[in-house]
């Protein structure tokens, strides 16, 4: 714990600072009303209503996500791996090629089915 | 208190991990001073990083930069700085008022905690008290940075998603699809560092780059690690969040005053960050350039170090302003695609490579087996460059193709695929001002036919 302790230390300063600067922000500034200022920016324009709570994501940022925790999932495999590396010798490296062998059928299936298009 | 004795000297084995006798015993005081210098720091960078990036872009091309305040403009970001505190601090109508707000310091908070596993040098007596110049140190050093950069990314999307507007969902949506695609490139090209240091402590790895340092013998990482550490956090060429020729300001188009200045300061302190881990896990720390450590022995004892560490954090930073400075900006689909088609699969291959070969030479193969290994995989990158060349070839002939046919079309028909023209009566263009009438003329009254003067 007394590790971790520091970086709660700096992240109190950080925070502090942060909040700090937000409320001097909204203290100091004028306030003068205006409708049109409150609109959301769009150019100049009436701005196109969203709808409630969101609305939709196109499905590809889905599959972009996905795609990050199949990999992500991935990399957390690779890294106690390959601070033991010298110790886990051959079988380590042969187990672990198998493993990559694996992600990479997936990989490929995904990239030959259109997967990774962002066109 | 009855403890199984083993489960008791594991204890006692992980307290007393070589590398971290350093580490946990400073007083609270030297803490507090440690946390404190480490802020100033970060914030006196980020202001002299906007500063140098205006002054140097503006010399890149022919001007001046600012000049006014101060020496030389040094003033420049603090007079900024100043500005936008006292601008007003609009909240527009539409948000989702608690994540709006939540948002930026969302980004900002984790951004200054990254900083506390950068070593910056090696043990030295600080008033009175002999102590690392680094804030601390774990076992898990390198994932806290990796943590703290994905939390960063929630302030974005989280900010994207509470302005209801669609240029800053925009951008945050294609904020978070970029930082988590160059996050996977960017914990691979950590991969073949660990493998060759044996341990996640910052302070471990710049000890284990004392011959020489894991730029230049895992090169490719390098490389691959400087691309990454520019797409996640969002500078040019890969800026395509905030893009301002398609997307105004991206994701904080809705936010003024100190709330923008957060997410500003977010990015810049975020820059420091990834900068100072490439100078930790590839430029050999705060260890000093290997020729001068021959003439000069005494080069990475008690303050030196520090000086070494500014010089190749600072030329770091001046490769940010310069790829600014020379580069376009890249299209979405291209950035994506570097991403996943390029940078993954070298890294993979690249990661196997070294693992066989530390592997084979470690185990004691005869050095024609590892020789061996080295063609295969040396053939193997070949072919795989000069099928992807060919596949790239015939993409550029079914585009070129494709731009001809257009080209014919165009030639038939001047309108084909012209500018998408809003629809007039949509109900939302006519909410406040009436819809124009039709510019064309209504069709004349019948009787007489008027003369058509082609005017």
């Given at each position: 714990m007394e590790l971790y302790a520091p970086i709660f230390v700096l992240g109190g300063i950080g925070a502090g600072f942060v909040v700090l600067s937000m409320v001097v922000g909204a203290i100091a500034g004028p306030?003068?009303?205006?409708?049109?200022?409150?609109?959301?920016?769009?150019?100049?324009?009436?701005?196109?209503?969203?709808?409630?709570?969101?609305g939709r994501f196109t499905i590809k940022y889905y599959l972009t996500a996905m795609l990050f925790i199949v990999f992500d999932i991935e990399v957390i495999f690779l890294v106690p791996w390959a601070i033991h590396l010298d110790a886990l010798g051959m079988f380590g490296l042969v187990a672990m090629l198998l493993f990559l062998v694996n992600v990479s059928i997936a990989y490929a299936y995904e990239w030959r089915r259109g997967g990774l298009e962002w066109g | 208190m009855t403890t199984h004795p083993s489960v008791h000297a594991e204890a006692v084995r992980l307290a007393a991990e070589p590398g971290f006798e350093g580490f946990g015993t400073d007083p609270w005081w030297i803490i507090l001073i440690k946390a404190l210098v480490i802020f100033v720091f970060l914030m006196l960078c980020v202001l002299m990083m906007i500063m140098?990036?205006?002054?140097?872009?503006?010399?890149?091309?022919?001007?001046?930069?600012?000049?006014?305040?101060?020496?030389?403009?040094?003033?420049?970001?603090?007079?900024?700085?100043?500005?936008?505190?006292?601008?007003?601090?609009?909240?527009?109508?539409?948000?989702?008022?608690?994540?709006?707000?939540?948002?930026?310091?969302?980004?900002?908070?984790p951004a200054f905690l990254a900083f506390s596993v950068i070593p910056v040098g090696p043990e030295v007596s600080m008033f009175g008290v002999q102590t690392r110049l680094q804030l601390t140190d774990l076992p898990v050093a390198v994932l806290l940075v990796l943590?703290?950069?994905?939390?960063?990314?929630?302030?974005?999307?989280?900010?994207?998603?509470?302005?209801?507007?669609?240029y800053p969902l925009l951008g945050g949506l294609r904020a978070s699809a970029q930082v988590i695609s160059y996050e996977i490139a960017m914990g691979l090209s950590f991969i073949a560092v660990f493998i060759y240091s044996g341990t996640l402590s910052t302070s471990g790895i710049v000890e284990a780059q004392q011959p020489i340092w894991f730029a230049i013998i895992l090169f490719p990482s390098f490389v691959i690690y400087l691309i990454t550490?520019?797409?996640?956090?969002?500078?040019?060429?890969?800026?395509?969040?905030?893009?301002e020729g398609e997307l105004v300001g991206g994701f904080m188009t809705e936010y003024s005053s100190m709330k923008f200045t957060m997410f500003f300061l977010a990015e810049y302190v975020n820059m420091v960050t990834v900068a100072a881990m490439s100078v930790t896990l590839f430029l050999g720390g705060y260890l000093a350039p290997p020729p001068i450590t021959t003439f000069w022995p005494g080069a990475n004892e008690g303050w030196w170090p520090v000086l070494w560490w500014l010089a190749k954090f600072a030329a770091v930073m001046f490769l940010f302003i310069w790829l600014r400075g020379s580069l376009p900006r890249v299209r979405y689909d291209q950035l994506m695609q570097l991403g996943w088609k390029l940078l993954i699969p070298v890294q993979l291959?690249?990661?196997?490579?070294?693992?066989?070969?530390?592997?084979?030479?470690?185990?004691?193969?005869?050095?024609?087996?590892?020789?061996?290994?080295?063609?295969v995989f040396f053939l193997a990158v070949l072919?795989?460059?000069?099928?992807?060349?060919?596949?790239?070839?015939?993409?550029?002939?079914?585009?070129?193709e494709e731009r001809a046919r257009d080209a014919r079309a165009v030639?038939?028909?001047?309108?084909?695929?012209?500018?998408?023209?809003?629809?007039?009566?949509?109900?939302?263009?006519?909410?406040?001002?009436?819809?124009?009438e039709p510019r064309t003329a209504p069709p004349a009254p019948s009787g007489k036919r008027e003369e058509v003067t082609g005017a």
């Open positions: 306030k003068r009303y205006n409708r049109a200022k409150l609109q959301a920016y769009e150019c100049g324009i009436d701005p196109t209503p969203q709808p409630v709570g969101g | 140098a990036d205006r002054k140097v872009m503006g010399r890149m091309q022919q001007r001046h930069g600012p000049n006014r305040l101060g020496p030389w403009g040094l003033l420049q970001s603090l007079a900024d700085g100043v500005k936008l505190s006292l601008k007003e601090d609009l909240i527009p109508r539409s948000v989702d008022k608690v994540v709006y707000i939540a948002a930026p310091m969302v980004a900002a908070i943590a703290t950069a994905s939390i960063g990314v929630y302030g974005i999307v989280l900010a994207g998603w509470a302005s209801r507007s669609p550490m520019v797409g996640e956090t969002n500078r040019l060429p890969f800026d395509l969040a905030e893009g291959v690249w990661i196997t490579a070294v693992a066989t070969i530390r592997v084979l030479r470690n185990e004691g193969y005869p050095p024609l087996v590892t020789s061996a290994v080295i063609v072919a795989a460059l000069l099928a992807m060349s060919r596949s790239a070839e015939r993409r550029q002939a079914a585009e070129a030639h038939e028909d001047p309108a084909y695929g012209g500018f998408p023209v809003p629809p007039a009566h949509a109900p939302h263009y006519g909410s406040s001002v009436p819809a124009e």
